[in-house]
């Protein structure tokens, strides 16, 4: 009987590596799942694509994959009463308001090819006030500086700007706009999380701003997604077809608040750490923004009811991706896990540092001419020490950000909260911890993304009414990872890391 009277809220989470969708009870228990993995796309050195149509056939596989595992356990798809999505954010994909065809691959958030256009812009008049607005500063990074990209190397890009027919979108709008049929219906949203990583939006009116869409020149021509509220019944439309057909599309979050969403964070000096492709820690400043002096960016968190919450934000582009790197481009093994086998036949990193800039570093450093380097090979260098020297790089920068938002926010962090696919490695975990020399939890349910999205759509469809229902719901459980080493220790490897940030400056200047 009580399956039956029972509602559940449903969560895609559609990330830089895979997409996934998640089935929630309202007790916060993921009761059926399904992941895809899909391709990445790497044309030339730095630059990062995905195929538009493999993110959302990703997405309906795994809809239909998670409605299908939810039906086998005796449960009603009808009983799915919305669907929340959480999403990689800054990855921009343009398209043709009439046909809503895309005009080329997705430019993805890691993709460092607009460092010419970054450039010229940091010349421009106002460029250093831009921040003060929008949160964000001038990198590859934000979709801003990919948009102008393309518009100046990619004829149909610039044909569609022409002919007034170039539709822009962060992926949240491209799957709103194809999960409820394309140009038959026609829903053009983004919520605000999304907006305040395009560079666009104004952190305090969270619309678009007039003096940032004529700073980047495109005030006009294009077609602009409404902003709308993270958590809204009607305003993101309804599924379109498949599994969950006539579901309404109820909640939206970039992925990072997301994740700051579904640990709970949501009082101010709260803080996660979430280690995906990239490493994101988001901590709650509450109902105004802070921007930062210490290079860290100012951005939303979430807005479910009038006020908006703000978070300060310390982005790097390399930590999971770092582990992929070593399994598909250097070979060292099949499976990501096996990086913790691997990077445990040493004791440590033999002398290596690896500063993994992919894509030039991010915060708290933003230097976009750094590639990855590994300083301190020697013939006594193995597989294991260059594994171990991946795995750290991620912890480093970590530490780098907490010591940033302390001085940002006059706070420091007792513990640390984690999730993401790499926080799977014990390894990791309990090196950050040892650099930051607080615990480090992880709790026992690491599907803190995909629930963000689902209490986003779970509060616009009724599942829950307010946020205090939700910190009910149990966390205790989990792994704790305390320090181990000494003080001395620590601010030895520390300065070795920041003597190898200073040292890779420079090498991509130009190539
Ligand atoms: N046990 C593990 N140890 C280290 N890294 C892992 C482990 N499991 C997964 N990863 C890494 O985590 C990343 C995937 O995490 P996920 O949170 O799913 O990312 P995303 O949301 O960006 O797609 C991959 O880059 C993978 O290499
Ligand atoms: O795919 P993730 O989980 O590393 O998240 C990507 C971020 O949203 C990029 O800003």
Redesign the pocket.
Same mark, same amino acid.
């Given at each position: 009987m009580e399956l039956e009277t029972e509602h559940f809220v449903g969560s895609i989470d559609q &990330?830089?590596?895979s997409s996934r969708f998640l089935i929630f009870n309202k007790h916060g228990e993921p009761v059926a799942s399904h992941q895809v993995e899909f391709t990445q796309i790497y044309p030339n050195p730095g630059w990062h694509e995905h195929d538009p149509f493999e993110i959302v056939s990703s997405v309906e596989t795994c809809i239909d994959e998670a409605v299908k595992k939810f039906e086998a356990i005796g449960y009603s798809r009808s009983s799915i009463k919305g669907v929340g999505i959480a999403?990689? #954010?800054?990855t921009i994909i343009l398209w043709d308001i009439a046909t809503g065809l895309p005009l080329h691959n997705a430019i993805v958030?890691t993709d460092a090819r607009s460092q010419t256009v970054v450039h010229g812009l940091k010349a421009r008049p106002g460029a250093a006030e831009l921040e003060q607005t929008c949160g964000l500063p001038l990198s590859t990074?934000p979709s801003s500086t990919k948009l102008l990209w393309m518009l100046k190397e990619i004829p149909s890009v610039k044909k569609a700007w022409d002919d007034g027919k170039l539709v822009f979108g962060t992926v949240d709008t491209w799957l709103v706009y194809r999960l409820n049929g394309g140009p038959k219906a026609n829903v053009l949203v983004t919520d605000p999380t999304n907006a305040s #990583?395009t560079m666009f939006m104004n952190l305090k009116t969270l619309q678009y701003d007039d003096k940032l869409l004529e700073f980047f020149g495109v005030k006009e021509r294009v077609y602009f997604p409404k902003i709308v509220p993270s958590s809204d019944a009607r305003a993101y439309g309804t599924v379109n077809s498949g599994a969950l057909a006539g579901v309404p599309i109820a909640g939206c979050l &970039?992925?990072?608040s997301a994740a700051l969403v579904g640990q709970k964070a949501f009082s101010p000096g709260l803080a996660k750490n979430?280690y995906?492709?990239?490493?994101?820690l988001l901590y709650n400043v509450g109902s105004q923004p802070v921007i930062s002096k210490h290079g860290l960016l100012a951005t939303v968190a979430y807005h479910f009811g009038e006020k908006p919450v703000y978070a300060l934000e310390g982005?790097i582009a390399v930590?999971?991706s770092g582990v992929k790197f070593l399994q598909n481009n250097l070979n060292f093994f099949a499976e990501s896990n096996e990086v913790n086998d691997l990077a445990s036949t040493v004791n440590d990193n033999g002398g290596c540092v690896f500063v993994t800039a992919f894509s030039g570093l991010f915060a708290p450093y933003w230097i976009d001419d750094a590639k990855g380097t590994i300083f301190g090979i020697t013939q006594y260098t193995q597989k294991g020490h260059i594994a171990r020297a991946t795995l750290e790089a991620t912890c480093y920068q970590t530490k780098a950000i907490l010591d940033a938002m302390e001085k940002d926010s006059g706070h420091a962090l007792t513990e640390l909260s984690v999730d &993401?696919g790499m926080s799977n490695s014990d390894l990791t975990m309990q090196i950050q911890a040892d650099l930051i020399s607080i615990p480090v939890y992880r709790p026992t349910m690491r599907e803190t993304?995909a629930f963000g999205a689902a209490i986003a759509a779970g509060l616009a469809v009724g599942i829950w009414n307010n946020l205090d229902e939700l910190r009910t719901i149990d966390r205790t459980g989990g792994t704790i990872f305390e320090p181990k080493i000494s003080q001395q220790k620590r601010c030895e490897l520390f300065a070795r890391w920041e003597k190898a940030v200073g040292m890779c400056r420079g090498w991509g200047d130009g190539n």
């Open positions: &990330g830089t590596t999403n990689q #954010r800054e958030w990074y #990583r &970039g992925d990072q979430t995906g492709t990239g490493c994101f982005s930590a999971g &993401g993304t």
